[in-house]
């Protein structure tokens, strides 16, 4: 039976890594764990700052590490992701996150903080569920993908088609121009704004807003009649017991008296006799003076006890009419309670539940006209929010349309002119996103006019202005990791070196991991992979190593001769890779 593996196990510190410009620790990516993971068997990988190249030839398995990945950050899990003749397949990949990161701030709320590291896993099963879990607690899939979005920013190679969405453009904008707080406002305000419409909504356009009101007043009479409160329902339980009762309970008290007291043979007069006998015996012999104070004692009980019965029964009256009042009262809670399906013991709190209800529509037109004075004043204070974005992002669209211009011109379009155009509907309908609609157009020769990206750009045109937006945008966020899986397809020559170039000043600042073909691209990177498939008897394997710098060399060479590398070609790879090297020192 033929078999697929990968293995690898090995830190990219090594002579082909080229210093990279820091001062301290950066979050980022450091280590990564696959097992029976598609075609792979066992993959551990650890990973440095800057920007690291992943080359290889076609389908060598180059996109498996960015696929694992995804799915640590909450992509689709299927069965056919487990290797064949596995139970299941795990992914594990562990970040280094700043204290202050958004990051943080998240495992904070979260209950899932700890140190200074972050470990997602991803566990799939045969029958195709899954399971994710987050510093070891088990947590929703949608919680991966939420902590994701932190964590890495994935551009493939048609990256550049989510530009063509106008949202994806505002997004953009907002991202390089780091509007977070004004954002925040915006959305704050027209949160606000949006409650105080829903309120006026609900009681200025209820079509049943009388006959609610007329249903509400006759239940609150209805159940004020009663007067239910939580003692007087009990009170009149318990009389009701006793009413039903005091038949029997006057009866069974003069029954007592009678034999303990008032019968012909009552036990008062039965001890009265035995104390009489034990006192005449008292001379003869003193040790019954006991039992005889014991006898005098129980008299005197007995007497005090049917005294205390008279009390009682002179007090118990035969009331029919109370009785059958009180019945009444109690059928009426038990029916009230059955009509609003309640329990009778809860009908004080729906009274009170009524009544706030009665009151607030009562009062339904003092409450519409202060609404209205609150919903101009929150539109005011949206709009006011929403203008102070507006002008930060005018301002960030020249700025962004500045770099991304200068981007293109640097990838062979120098005839090319980008612009962000951003339209402030000062009386428009209030959203949370503000009041902007945000475009981005491009005309990539003069005097030709500017327009949107879509049909404006040729395939290669877009590709490149694709790749510009994504640079210029990218190196302003806040998230640590970027991946760019083939975003450079389209792009060779001259032009690939300046792509590589502008994805190592990325690698400067922020971690890169980018997956290409492009040589160019490739010797520019601080740290070099290559992914190689082997075969091994029946036995197919794919090998993911990082590369020392003669390592490089062969693979830059292999990249730029094809199948047969002459001395001519590594002689060229040594130098592309001897040019970086020198650049980054300077920068270093």
């Not at 990968?6 to 410009?21: E, F, H, K, N, W």
């Not at 239940?219 to 003692?231: G, N, R």
């Not at 009544?355 to 539109?379: G, I, K, M, V, Y």
Request: proline content about 4%; some cysteine; glycine content about 8%.
């Amino acid at each position: 039976r033929r078999t697929t593996a990968i293995s690898t196990s090995c830190a990219p510190s090594c002579a082909g890594a080229i210093p990279i410009p820091t001062n301290h620790v950066r979050p980022m990516l450091s280590h990564i764990h696959i097992r029976n993971f598609t075609i792979v068997e066992t993959l551990e990988l650890d990973f440095a700052e800057g920007m690291s190249a992943l080359t290889g030839e076609t389908g060598a398995g180059k996109s498996i590490l960015l696929d694992a990945l995804g799915l640590c950050l909450g992509d689709r899990a299927e069965a056919d992701m487990i290797r064949a003749g596995a139970d299941k397949a795990e992914v594990t990949a562990i970040f280094r996150i700043a204290p202050d990161s958004d990051a943080a701030r998240w495992l904070q709320d979260n209950d899932l903080a700890t140190n200074d590291e972050c470990m997602l896993r991803r566990v799939i099963h045969a029958n195709g569920r899954s399971r994710g879990f987050i510093n070891g607690t088990p947590v929703p899939v949608q919680m991966l993908r939420e902590l994701g979005e932190f964590l890495v920013d994935i551009h493939g190679q048609h990256a550049h088609q989510s530009l063509f969405r106008r949202d994806a453009q505002r997004d953009a904008l907002d991202g390089f121009g780091q509007h977070e707080a004004e954002l925040a406002a915006v959305a704050q305000a027209h949160q606000k704004l949006t409650a105080i419409e829903a309120e006026i909504r609900s009681l200025d356009g209820d079509s049943d807003y009388r006959d609610r009101l007329e249903l509400l007043r006759f239940q609150v009479e209805e159940l004020s009649a009663l007067k239910p409160t939580p003692d007087g329902i009990a009170e009149l339980d318990s009389e009701q017991r006793r009413l039903a009762a005091a038949g029997d309970l006057l009866a069974t008290a003069q029954r007592i008296i009678d034999l303990l007291y008032e019968g012909e043979s009552s036990v008062q007069q039965a001890l009265a006799h035995a104390a009489g006998d034990l006192q005449r015996l008292l001379k003869t012999d003193p040790e019954l003076n006991e039992p005889y104070e014991l006898l005098s004692s129980a008299l005197i009980q007995i007497q005090e006890a049917c005294d205390s019965l008279r009390r009682y029964a002179d007090g118990l009256e035969l009331d029919p009419e109370r009785l059958a009042w009180v019945e009444e009262q109690l059928g009426l809670l038990n029916d009230l309670a059955r009509k609003h399906r309640v329990r009778v013991e809860e009908l004080p709190e729906w009274l009170e539940a009524l009544s706030r209800e009665l009151a607030r529509l009562e009062n339904a037109e003092q409450r519409l006209a202060e609404l209205q004075q609150e919903r101009t004043a929150a539109d005011a204070a949206y709009r006011k929010a929403a203008a102070a974005l507006s002008r930060d992002r005018q301002k960030a669209a020249a700025a962004l349309a500045e770099r991304v211009t200068r981007f293109i011109h640097e990838l062979g379009m120098p005839g090319a002119e980008f612009t962000v155009n951003v339209n402030h509907d000062a009386d428009g309908r209030p959203a949370r996103h503000g009041l902007d609609s945000v475009e981005f157009l491009v005309r990539t020769n003069p005097g030709l006019p500017m327009g949107p990206l879509t049909r404006i750009a040729s395939g290669g045109e877009l590709s490149r202005i694709g790749l510009a937006i994504q640079v210029a945008t990218a190196k302003s966020g806040r998230i640590p990791t970027l991946v760019f899986d083939e975003a450079d397809v389209g792009i060779g020559g001259a032009i690939a070196e300046v792509v590589g170039r502008q994805l190592r000043l990325l690698g400067n600042d922020r971690q890169v991991l980018c997956v290409t073909h492009l040589p160019q691209v490739a010797a520019q990177a601080h740290h070099h992979f290559q992914v190689s498939k082997h075969t091994d008897g029946d036995r197919t394997y794919t090998q993911v190593r990082p590369l020392g710098l003669e390592e490089r060399i062969q693979e830059i060479a292999r990249m730029l001769g094809g199948v047969e590398i002459t001395d001519q070609t590594i002689g060229h790879a040594r130098e592309m890779l001897a040019t970086a090297h020198g650049r980054m020192a300077k920068q270093a």
